[in-house]
């Protein structure tokens, strides 16, 4: 069977859906998987959720491999101005998963051409952007029996030309953690301060304070990031808040370093409330967002693999701070995720993030072939 790549991922970025609520969205893969493997009687399929898993069993299996896509968009309003941009209002696959699930629709395609001699789970994951949809479907038993051996999948990077494949041996992304802390004072008159205990104050205190983690705490080779990205406070100009909201991010390449991050921000949170006198809820929400660490092993192999393709430009590159969840599910199953390059001038959750769709065509051909190989 042959797929239109282009069609079915402009269909897809049509769709964007919030994580858990991807309603549209898998009831298109249905359509399309139902399509690619109809008259195969050694392919299964099982839902979750919103979540699907498309189990293709081998002729003699050993081992089964996975294969992971996410479906997911993110709440950003789209300002490509594409003919086929988002009709669902404020959301948008900013993030490149509707060119995820097109290849993964593809290299499905490929694979059941012929009944391969392993197993090959093929899994398309909700809520990568909002609530770490791999945990879920782990902890709640989605796989089963059908859980990989050895789990592969890919990100779409902007600054890379088509044709670019970049993964390394070792870490990949970081792991995140959300910041969500509330100072809690009294609120008074501007005209009386004395009368008041000023959050924002003591806010805007923490927050600058919090800048010595990384500086003071983090061993400057390992790095880390605590960033703040919104605060919250007061009403008007003569009225002193009587609460202070922030919201921020760690980021860290080992789980130990998050771990050490996290104790120092809680501790200077509460103790800049003590000083202020005031009260501090501090929630600090990693879920499944671990660092995404690659197999030494099989990433070897596969980068092997793609340094001796024709067409592939192969890169071994360094870790990036941007976080994914499937480092969960790389935690539990050994595995690889590599970059695929798709050439376009705006970043990941950018409103104008607009890739070159020719990735599709070669994402399918060089990583078919790969997948190919280690089914047999």
């Given at each position: 069977m042959?797929?239109d790549?282009?069609?079915?991922?402009?269909?897809?970025?049509q769709?964007?859906?919030?994580?858990?609520e991807?309603?549209?969205?898998?009831?298109?893969?249905l359509?399309?998987?139902?399509?690619?493997?109809?008259?195969?009687?050694?392919?299964?399929?099982r839902?979750?959720?919103?979540?699907?898993?498309?189990f293709?069993?081998?002729?003699?299996p050993?081992k089964?491999i996975?294969?992971?896509?996410d479906i997911d968009?993110?709440?950003?309003?789209?300002q490509t101005?594409l003919?086929?941009?988002?009709t669902?209002?404020?959301r948008?696959?900013?993030c490149g998963?509707?060119?995820h699930?097109?290849?993964?629709?593809g290299?499905?395609?490929?694979l059941v051409?012929?009944q391969?001699?392993?197993?090959?789970l093929?899994?398309?994951?909700?809520?990568?952007?909002?609530?770490?949809?791999?945990m879920?479907?782990?902890?709640?038993?989605?796989?089963g029996?059908?859980?990989?051996?050895?789990?592969?999948?890919l990100?779409?990077r902007p600054?890379?030309k088509?044709?670019?494949?970049?993964?390394n041996?070792?870490?990949?992304?970081?792991?995140t953690?959300?910041?969500?802390?509330?100072?809690?004072?009294?609120?008074?008159?501007a005209a009386f301060?004395?009368m008041?205990n000023d959050?924002?104050?003591?806010?805007a205190?923490?927050?600058?304070?919090?800048q010595?983690?990384?500086?003071?705490n983090v061993d400057?080779i390992?790095?880390?990031?605590v960033?703040?990205g919104?605060m919250?406070?007061g009403?008007?100009?003569?009225v002193i808040?009587?609460?202070?909201?922030?919201?921020g991010?760690?980021?860290?390449l080992?789980?130990?370093?998050s771990?050490?991050?996290?104790?120092?921000?809680?501790?200077?949170?509460?103790?800049?409330?003590?000083?202020?006198d005031?009260?501090v809820d501090?929630?600090?929400?990693q879920?499944?967002?671990?660092?995404?660490?690659n197999?030494l092993?099989l990433a070897?192999?596969?980068?092997?693999f793609?340094?001796e393709?024709?067409?592939?430009?192969?890169?071994d590159?360094?870790?990036?701070?941007t976080g994914?969840?499937?480092?969960?599910?790389?935690?539990k199953?050994?595995g690889?995720?590599f970059?695929?390059g798709?050439?376009?001038?705006?970043?990941l959750h950018?409103p104008?993030?607009?890739?070159?769709?020719?990735?599709?065509?070669?994402g399918?051909e060089?990583?078919g072939?790969f997948?190919?190989?280690?089914?047999?």
């Open positions: 042959t797929l790549l282009i069609k079915i991922r402009r269909d897809l970025h769709i964007p859906e919030i994580g858990l991807e309603f549209k969205t898998q009831a298109y893969l359509e399309r998987i139902a399509d690619i493997t109809v008259g195969k009687d050694f392919v299964e399929k839902t979750w959720r919103t979540g699907i898993l498309v293709v069993k081998g002729a003699n050993e089964t996975g294969w992971r896509t968009g993110l709440p950003i309003v789209e101005g003919a086929f941009a988002s669902h209002e404020g948008m696959h900013a998963h509707d060119m699930m097109t290849v993964a629709l290299l499905l395609n490929e051409q012929k391969p001699k392993e197993n090959v093929f899994l398309f994951q909700p809520a990568e952007e909002n609530e770490a949809g791999g879920l479907m782990y902890e709640d038993s989605a796989f029996d059908w859980l990989p051996d050895e789990f592969y999948g990100h779409v600054d890379l088509v044709g670019d494949i970049a993964t041996t070792g870490t990949l992304f970081a792991g953690c959300e910041m969500k802390i509330t100072f809690k004072g009294k609120g008074g008159h301060p004395h008041a959050a924002l104050v003591a806010a205190h923490f927050v600058t304070q919090v010595t983690v990384v500086s003071r400057p390992q790095g880390g990031v960033t703040f919104a919250r406070a009403t008007t100009n003569n808040a009587d609460e202070a909201f922030l919201h991010t760690i980021r860290s080992t789980q130990d370093m771990l050490l991050i996290q104790d120092r921000v809680r501790t200077i949170a509460h103790g800049v409330a003590a000083a202020f005031m009260q501090v929630e600090l929400k879920g499944g967002y671990l660092p995404v660490e197999n092993a070897a192999d596969l980068m092997t793609f340094a393709q024709n067409g592939v430009n192969l890169i590159c360094l870790p990036a701070m994914e969840d499937f480092g969960y599910l790389l935690n199953v050994p690889v995720m970059w695929l798709i050439d376009t001038p705006y970043a950018h104008m993030m607009s890739p070159d769709e020719a990735a599709l065509a070669f399918v060089h990583i072939a997948l190919k190989k280690k089914a047999g």
